[in-house]
């Protein structure tokens, strides 16, 4: 148990929707990471918040967005879905530069 | 940009025999290295980490790993398996120094454990 819950656990949307998923970071963790696993694939970083600032981003369009609140938790907005947007979307908190601590994550299947 | 290679998709053993998952790299400048295990419907679980100083690295659940740099490899090791260390595992990297801390991950190794 990791201290980092997401929710929800399983959502089914159609293509061109927008979704919203969220995630509590484990008590006292300043720095939110999301990740993307698409099914037989390695997760792949979506981008990190910092202190509700966005530190760092990967190979993600701009309809990927997050935020990160004032208490830390987090989330992450995907705008106009496509069906390759199907995956496992991971969340994984920590002290910034610390080890991340992943939530079980939320499945997206867009239909 | 760095990359990671696991160089066998799937690694059927039988318990209490020993086991190698193979883990290549690729960068330009020095990284930090990782393994994660992800048990079904579970997110991902941090087994051992190289930052620095000794190649050979202690993780949980008896499992270790090697550093070598110049054949860019950081191959995971266990001396006994268990049914329970079936699972999917992870070989990931991320540069070393700053604060971010975005990891690179290869596409994984599922290791299966059979009695």
């Known amino acids: 148990e990791t201290g980092v819950t997401q929710s929800p656990t399983h959502l089914i949307k159609t293509r061109g929707q927008q979704v919203t998923l969220r995630c509590s970071s484990q008590?006292?963790?300043?720095?939110v990471s999301w990740y993307q696993q698409a099914l037989g694939q390695g997760p792949q970083f979506i981008f990190q918040y910092y202190r509700e600032e966005e530190n760092g981003r990967g190979n993600f369009p701009p309809r990927f967005s997050g935020l990160q609140f004032p208490n830390y938790s987090s989330e992450l907005n995907v705008n106009a879905l496509e069906l390759d947007d199907s995956a496992l979307y991971l969340c994984?908190?920590?002290?910034?530069?610390?080890?991340?601590?992943f939530g079980s994550g939320t499945q997206l299947s867009v239909l | 940009a760095q990359s990671v290679t696991q160089l066998d998709s799937q690694v059927p053993v039988f318990e209490e025999a020993p086991v190698e998952l193979r883990c290549n790299y690729s960068?330009?400048?020095?990284?930090?290295l990782f393994w994660y295990v992800q048990y079904p419907n579970q997110g991902l679980q941090l087994l051992l980490k190289?930052?620095?100083?000794?190649?050979l690295v202690k993780g949980i659940n008896g499992f270790e790993a090697e550093f070598n740099k110049s054949q860019t490899s950081f191959h995971l090791r266990k001396p006994s398996v268990h049914i329970s260390d079936t699972a999917e595992y992870f070989c990931a990297v991320s540069l070393s120094g700053g604060s971010n801390y975005k990891l690179t991950f290869g596409k994984g190794t599922l290791l299966t454990v059979n009695p």
């Open positions: 008590s006292g963790h300043n720095t």
């Open positions: 994984a908190s920590s002290l910034i530069g610390e080890k991340l601590f």
């Open positions: 190289y930052l620095s100083g000794s190649t």
């Open positions: 960068s330009s400048v020095s990284v930090y």
